[in-house]
């Protein structure tokens, strides 16, 4: 697709929790600007394979290299990698005793040693791009989930990460807030931000993603446009999910 | 009137209708439960008043002129009680969070830490409190005092100090309780807490100190008032080793001295002027998060 090295690349990642194997065997990358949308049905492992990117959970074999160089290596700093990345959770999980803008500084100041006065500016910057001006001094519980997770956008997306980690941040949402947070992620696509989004969206899969991987029993099993993938998919497992996804009015 | 304007007027009427029901329902209920509190106080106080052991009980705990000669000074010395109190508040809270903290980190380099701090807990939980007083009051000391063959004291340099041992027994025995109240605070944070702090790109002590220990803080803020209240009143334990000066130890010399138990129910008081006013402020705190 792009030329150059990619940001993330994924070789035959496998990954097991105790008996059950969650990712057999995954190959991706994802190159710089581009954005990829991981479906498939729930447990088939799109949450699990953001989070051994993210190094939340040790892989069992494989790579993962980030900008050409392994993190999946023991001796990586597995800390000094998870700077360098932004993860945005389905649950938001905003940290309660923090106002909404210590909630952003904190990864700045305390992950990237920035002083609060260098930290501030730009996170009240990115806080008012996410429709959230005013609501700064306010506590998470005060926002909607629509909210709550613009903040959770802001707050990972404040470090500039060198690629966005998006779990399923549609899906703990009201129907009527879901359109805010999808355009907040627009308006990181717009900006070129190297992105992988796990999603049940698919609508948003095909505005949003320049690739669709779907993912079957841990394994990326077709993969292509999104034109492609969600008109005219040539596994049956495809065909299956997204047939099932129309019926429950989704797609 | 209310024929011209039906809609208007009724919803009025409803309105005056139904606070005028929730005043006499609410007016209703406080009657009843006047009523039945006289009712259950009068019983009571026929029960005491008319036992046979009544007029003894009445003379040896109840003795108006024994109470007023004797609770002055039963007041002024609970000041020591305040004061042993608030010391060794300040140590368990450091004791506990220390040590709940050793039984929550992962680093192994930490491992004989976790393991000294978990026997800690079971065995300082598992003694009662009165013989880990009695234990470091008089073991401490013999420590301390004992000599080698050529009369040096290489240990004297121990406390002897009754109130200061009494106080570390203390300590040593709410830090354990409070170490697990904090541990289950620590745990009752969510894990998405820890994740999120791990994927902004703290450490893990970093994620602890301004992710985890605040918000386990102020989940236990109830439960460890409620220790407080405990630890208040067990400072009246002192006494078996020979500590003076408590409220406690006052009364006891005094009904010693007056062969009358009064002093004891002005040393109580003492304690129920501290236990109380805490009492009802751990039930706003709660009915407050109950709220939030």
Known sequence: MSPGKPVVEIRGVTKAFGELEVLCGIDLAVHEHEAVALIGASGSGKSTLLRCIDLLEEIDDGDIFLDGEVITDPSVDAVAVRRRLGLVFQAYNLFPHLNVLDNVLLGLVQGHGMSRAEAEPRARELLARFGLEGRERDNPDRLSGGQQQRVAIARAFATRPRAMLLDEVTSALDPELVGEVLQAVRDLKEEGVTMILATHEMSFAREVADRVCFLHEGRIIEEGPPERILREPERPETQRFLRRLLEAGRA | ?292
């Open chain 2, 1 to 292: 009137m209310a024929d011209a304007v039906p809609s208007e007027g009724a919803a009025r009427d409803r309105r005056a209708e139904r606070a005028a029901a929730r005043r006499a329902r609410s007016l209703r209920g406080g009657a009843i439960a006047a009523f039945s509190t006289l009712v259950f106080l009068g019983a009571a106080a026929w029960l005491i008043f008319t036992s046979p052991g009544w007029p003894v009980v009445r003379d040896s705990f109840f003795d108006a002129q024994v109470f007023e000669e004797t609770f002055p000074g039963i007041a002024e010395s609970f000041w020591l009680d305040i004061r042993v109190f608030l010391v060794v508040e300040v140590a368990v809270l450091i004791i506990g969070l220390v040590v709940a903290l050793l039984r929550t980190v992962r680093a192994p380099a930490l491992f004989p830490l976790k393991l000294l701090a978990t026997i800690y807990t079971d065995v300082f939980r598992g003694i009662p409190t009165i013989l880990l007083v009695y234990l470091i009051g008089f073991g401490v000391p013999a420590l301390a005092l004992g000599e080698t063959e050529d009369g040096s004291r290489p240990l004297d340099w121990l406390p002897t100090e009754p109130v200061v041992l009494g106080g570390i027994a203390l300590a040593l025995s709410y830090g354990a309780y409070v170490a697990e109240v904090y541990r289950a605070g620590l745990n009752s944070v969510h894990r998405g807490q820890r994740d999120a702090a791990l994927a902004l790109g703290l450490t893990e002590a970093q994620a602890l100190r301004h992710v985890i220990v605040p918000q386990a803080v102020r989940r236990v803020g109830p439960p460890l008032l409620n220790d407080f209240i405990a630890l208040q009143k067990d400072v009246a334990l002192l006494a078996v080793i020979g500590v003076t000066g408590t409220a406690f130890r006052e009364a006891q010399i005094e009904t010693a001295n007056l062969f009358d138990y009064t002093p004891l129910l002005g040393a109580a008081l003492m304690y129920l002027l501290v236990t109380i006013p805490c009492a009802r402020l751990l039930d706003r705190w709660e009915r407050g998060r109950a709220r939030s």
